[in-house]
């Protein structure tokens, strides 16, 4: 009941176009999704985060949309760029009880010119 | 203002012995946890530190152990290792740990490879 599935492994998205990156849960404990984004020899860094009392969020290029009956999640990418090219990671967490990630498998994305 | 710092950076240890890393957190930074990043399982929660008391432990066995000092810099120890122990160990730093429905960010360090030979 931790898991979060993500898909797709990897994605190969021309630049300027929009990348999609898929969630899903099934602990309904959780209550905080955040989105990682990881260059190689770095540690993940926090992107976009979202709760689920809301549908969307956006910042900037990225969007997160949020469904929470179907308990999904998604990450957008708008008008992708080469610079874009890491491995994402969706997360989820339950801001009551613990600081503890529980994190989807990872998404290597890249973005060709 | 500095990240989180892990060192070392590198590490190549053999089967059977035991590994030590160890973790600086962003000054003002009091919870530290702990995640092993593999190509197979991906990231996985080890644990996290609050003020010198583990507050949270993942599905690890009893082999891997931490601990946190008074100045919330944190060690994580591996002992009997094994192949299977090879991996990204990550580090990461938040000002408090989370409760009553605030979450508190987790900045994390460029991790410690542990090559198990």
């Known amino acids: 009941q931790q898991q979060v599935k993500q898909s797709p492994q990897s994605l190969i998205v021309q630049k300027g176009g929009i990348s999609i990156i898929n969630c899903a849960y099934e602990?309904?404990?959780?209550?905080?999704f955040p989105w990682y984004q990881q260059f190689p020899g770095k540690g993940p860094a926090l992107l976009i985060a979202i709760r689920p009392d809301v549908s969307e969020k956006k910042e900037g290029r990225f969007t997160i949309s949020f469904n929470k009956s179907a308990k999904q999640f998604s990450l957008h990418i708008m008008d992708s760029q080469p610079g874009d090219s890491a491995t994402y990671f969706c997360?989820?967490?339950?801001?009551?009880?613990?600081?503890?990630?529980?994190f989807g498998t990872g998404t290597r994305l890249q973005v060709t010119l | 203002k500095a990240g989180v710092t892990q060192t070392p950076r590198y590490l190549i240890k053999t089967r059977g012995q035991q590994v030590t890393l160890s973790c600086s957190p962003i000054?003002?930074?009091?919870?530290v946890s702990w995640y092993q990043q593999t190509p197979g399982q991906g990231l996985q929660f080890l644990f996290e530190y609050f003020s010198e008391t583990q507050r949270n432990k993942g599905n690890f066995p009893g082999r891997f152990s931490g601990r946190q000092f008074s100045n919330s810099r944190s060690e994580m120890n591996v002992s009997t290792l094994e192949l299977g122990d090879s991996a990204l160990y990550l580090c990461a730093s938040s000002l408090r740990p989370d409760r009553g429905g605030t979450y508190n960010e987790q900045f994390f360090g460029p991790g410690t490879r542990l090559t198990v030979l």
């Open positions: 997360a989820a967490t339950n801001t009551g009880t613990a600081s503890k990630l529980t």
């Open positions: 602990n309904t404990a959780f209550d905080y």
């Open positions: 000054s003002g930074h009091r919870s």
